[in-house]
Nanobody, 116 residues
Framework: QVQVVESGGGLVQAGGSLRLSCAAS????????IGWFRQAPGNQRELVAV???????NYADSVKGRFTISRDNAYKTVWLQMDSLTPEDTAVYYC??????????WGQGTQVTVSS
């Protein structure tokens, strides 16, 4: 059993930065990858970035070059560093852990608001 909890959301001006944290607990050895998703009002939830246990990363085209996903050595905390934020980045950001053999665990989300 694995749980993930997001933190670090808040209000920031356009061009600013935020760093989100995803803390995993429970049987974290079963985690294959951890991803960040976001959902703006009226939009579908979309993948932002993913990092595997080995450190392999993937990013959505919309955030590539601006966001950086990283992990600690124990793979219990994953960060999403968000730079050069724009109002289009405003959304609820969710952390999701993909587990062995074929399960997922979602956090409750953290609000990111980027003002003009």
């Amino acid at each position: 059993q694995v749980q993930v909890v997001e933190s670090g959301g808040g209000l920031v001006q356009a061009g600013g930065s935020l760093r989100l944290s995803c803390a995993a607990s429970g049987k974290t050895i079963s985690i294959r990858s951890i991803g960040w998703f976001r959902q703006a009002p009226g939009n579908q939830r979309e993948l932002v970035a993913v990092i595997s246990r080995s450190g392999t990363t993937n990013y959505a085209d919309s955030v590539k070059g601006r966001f950086t996903i990283s992990r600690d050595n124990a793979y219990k905390t994953v960060w999403l560093q968000m730079d050069s934020l724009t109002p289009e980045d405003t959304a609820v950001y969710y952390c999701k852990a993909d587990l062995l053999p074929s399960r997922s665990s979602w956090g409750q989300g953290t609000q990111v608001t980027v003002s003009s």
